[in-house]
């Protein structure tokens, strides 16, 4: 798939290195521009961009950035078309982003990050640790392979983000829509503590 890829840190690197290998066409931005991101996330065939390339010609999006990037963004993820996957893998936490409010009142935070986005979404990704998601990853069918929950609006998003879970060493649990999605956020059993699809079932 072609896939554009928006933040470069611990979460992203990690997506840019693991996807590229896998066979998918990887662009990558950060916030500071294409001759900042290190060679290590490109090591394996992703290409370093611009934010604005990253998100041009792409079947998939995936942001990788803090919540407090989103209304920066807004305006770049307007030009991803209707029928583009968008890809989020935030989480909220208020000593590094600041108090959002709607959350603090009890918002689900994947609804939030909808609202800011403006569009329909697929959380995936959020619910692994750095570590775990850098050290743990394995291929299909192999025994304690990990669990990452997808939830989204849309069922074909959710496919298309399971696929590439897949790909990235995980399997992809089916977690329904964003309705639902708080059973991944922070402090949620299935939040970093590193469940099979069976134990995270059903
Ligand atoms: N770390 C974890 O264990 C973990 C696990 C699951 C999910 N997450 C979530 O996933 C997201 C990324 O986490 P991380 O740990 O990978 O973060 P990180 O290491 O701090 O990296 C953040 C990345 O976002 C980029 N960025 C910030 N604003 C941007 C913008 N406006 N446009 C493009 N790129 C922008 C930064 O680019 P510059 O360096 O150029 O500013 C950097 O590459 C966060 O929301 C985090 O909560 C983290």
Redesign the pocket.
């Known amino acids: 798939m072609k896939i554009g890829l928006?933040?470069?840190?611990?979460?992203?690197?990690k997506n840019a290195r693991t996807l590229a290998a896998a066979g998918h066409d990887v662009k990558v931005?950060?916030?500071?521009g294409p001759d900042?991101i290190p060679a290590d996330v490109l090591e394996t065939g992703a290409r370093a961009v611009t934010?604005s390339e990253a998100l041009t010609d792409i079947g998939v999006a995936i942001l990788?950035?803090?919540?407090t990037?989103f209304e920066?963004?807004r305006e770049l993820v307007s030009t991803l078309p209707e029928y583009g996957v968008l890809i989020d893998?935030?989480?909220y936490?208020p000593g590094r982003d600041g108090a959002i409010a709607a959350i603090e009142a009890g918002q689900i935070e994947a609804e939030w990050v909808r609202e800011q986005l403006g569009r329909p979404m697929v959380k995936a990704?959020?619910?692994?640790?750095?570590d775990s998601?850098s050290r743990k990853g394995r291929k299909a069918g192999e025994p304690g392979r990990i669990a990452i929950p997808v939830a989204g609006e849309r069922q074909r998003d959710r496919e298309i983000a399971i696929k590439l879970v897949d790909d990235s060493g995980f399997d992809g649990f089916d977690a329904g829509t964003l309705e639902t999605a708080w059973r991944q956020q922070p402090g949620a059993p299935a939040y970093?503590t590193d469940l099979t699809l069976e134990e995270m079932g059903p």
């Open positions: 928006l933040g470069t840190g611990q979460i992203g690197k931005a950060n916030s500071r900042t934010q990788s950035v803090p919540p990037a920066a963004l893998t935030s989480n936490y990704w959020n619910a692994i640790g750095s998601f970093c």
